[in-house]
């Protein structure tokens, strides 16, 4: 996920030179659903299109994310993108490696945040003086981020939150599908696929979800699941 956020301007420059072959090469291998997949195709700015493909592809997860740079590692799409084969993916990172003759000295930084994983160097046939400083930022743990959502007020975290996610969740089609019958009733449901934008439908989404703790919390849920990046970074 990280490696797709930290290149999300240079994918975005590159991939929306051709927009279309892009949504069509990740709907094929079912990263999208069809809804999703006319909703992008919708877009008539190729800038947006990008932006919201790359934004549903992280909120999926993991798994979605490392299928979705295998796609990005095909030959074909390569043909299309050019500077795709630029790209230095740590999809599968190499085990770093330094060498030095005889006499040289190698001094090098190695630094690791957020939860990352600090990967011994090999050194191989080396004489020379090498010195490596390792800097590790641990991150918060998967436990300590479960006791934040646990504790967060989930309807005052909705309301503070508003304006946010009115402008960042555009998956609101499917967010209505899963409540429909749950936390929305038909009538709801309608009035919010009514409306002819994510961020009208999310407005309204969040209008009949605010109003009890229980809707607040369900939504909240799904938020996480679906968005998880977005929720993070409003989160923390």
């Known amino acids: 996920m990280e490696a797709i956020r930290r290149s999300k301007l240079h994918l975005l420059e590159w991939l929306m030179a051709d927009p279309d072959f892009i949504l069509q090469a990740v709907q094929q291998d079912g990263l999208l659903t069809q809804r999703q997949y006319l909703k992008l195709k919708s877009e008539s700015d190729p800038e947006k299109q990008i932006i919201n493909l790359l934004d549903s592809v992280m909120g999926k997860g993991q798994h979605f994310c490392e299928k979705f740079i295998s796609i990005l590692q095909k030959d074909e799409v390569q043909d299309t993108y050019p500077n795709l084969r630029m790209w230095d993916s740590p999809r599968h990172p190499e085990?770093?490696?330094?060498?030095?003759?005889?006499?040289?000295?190698?001094?090098?930084?190695?630094?690791?945040g957020g939860g990352s994983t600090v990967v011994c160097p090999?050194?191989?046939?080396?004489?020379?003086?090498?010195?490596?400083?390792v800097n590790v930022d641990s991150g918060p743990s998967g436990n300590s981020r479960a006791n934040k959502h646990m504790s967060l007020d989930k309807q005052q975290f909705l309301k503070r939150n508003w304006a946010n996610l009115v402008q960042k969740i555009k998956c609101v089609d499917d967010l209505a599908?899963?409540?429909?019958?749950?936390?929305?009733?038909?009538?709801?449901y309608s009035l919010i696929m009514a409306c002819n934008t994510p961020e009208n439908k999310?407005?309204?989404?969040?209008?009949?979800?605010?109003?009890t703790k229980t809707a607040s919390e369900y939504l909240f849920t799904k938020l996480c699941r679906s968005q998880y990046y977005i929720m993070q970074d409003l989160i923390s």
């Open 95 to 112: 085990t770093p490696s330094v060498a030095s003759s005889c006499g040289r000295s190698v001094i090098a930084n190695v630094e690791a």
């Open 122 to 133: 090999v050194i191989q046939g080396s004489t020379g003086s090498i010195s490596f400083s």
């Open 177 to 188: 599908d899963e409540m429909r019958g749950n936390r929305l009733n038909s009538e709801m």
């Open 202 to 211: 999310m407005r309204k989404l969040l209008e009949y979800t605010i109003t």
